[in-house]
């Protein structure tokens, strides 16, 4: 295990059995990293800890909860939960969201979120930093699997959402959310936009405003 322990750290897709995945994750030094797991391959990241993604990484939840809330759309949300297929996947997303009859499946009192008894969250959301190839990439292709409903990736440095509908085992580019119905992906935009320039109560308060339109 010492040499898997040591490509880790590149933050790269590392050959793995489970047992060994399970091994890393579980070990202290790895305590506050992210993993992942997907054909035999691992991925374990550590956290970021920058001002822009942190930033985002805010924003983004505080949108999609001030939207459902306002459109009175049940909805739980998840903050770097973990995803297991016992022996075959995980995932730990940055966000996530159970939407609309799915709401409340997850009881509380859950620890990781077994898929061989629970549905997937509804919408899965990855914060991209320096991890923008990798969440297109293969990320993309682990949530496919798993079948969640909905995948959008947050390009930090390009200041956009790249939004995609899972359905039958493959994804398409969306600009309107289909699990959040209504939900203008260029509005996102626009909202991250305004945060380059100014801070973030602003922000929301104009999301609110925008949000509000639909509903006078």
């Known amino acids: 295990m010492q040499e898997l322990h040591t490509k880790i750290l590149t933050d790269a897709w590392v050959t793995a059995s489970w047992d060994e995945y399970i091994q890393v994750i579980e070990n202290p030094a790895y305590a506050k990293a992210k993993g992942y797991y ?68 997850i009881p509380y009192g859950t620890s990781i979120i077994n898929l061989d008894i629970y549905p997937p969250p509804t919408l899965v959301i990855e914060v991209a930093k320096t991890s923008l190839a990798d969440d297109q990439g293969e990320k993309r292709l682990l949530y496919e699997d798993l079948g969640v409903g909905e995948y959008w990736i947050l390009d930090v440095q390009n200041v956009r959402i790249i939004a995609f509908a899972i359905a039958d085992g493959g994804s398409k580019r969306i600009t309107q959310s289909q699990v959040l119905t209504g939900l203008e992906i260029s509005l996102l935009n626009e909202a991250f936009h305004m945060t380059r320039k100014t801070d973030q109560s602003q922000v929301i308060a104009w999301l609110l405003t925008q949000f509000q339109q639909g509903e006078l």
């Open 38 to 105: 997907q054909d035999g391959r691992m991925r374990i990241e550590m956290p970021p800890v920058g001002n822009d993604h942190a930033s985002d990484h805010t924003v983004i939840i505080t949108a999609v909860s001030l939207f459902a809330a306002i459109k009175g759309i049940p909805m739980n949300g998840k903050d770097n939960c973990t995803y297991r297929k016992t022996d075959y996947q995980e995932a730990q997303p940055d966000v996530s969201y159970y939407i609309g009859d799915n709401a409340n499946v």
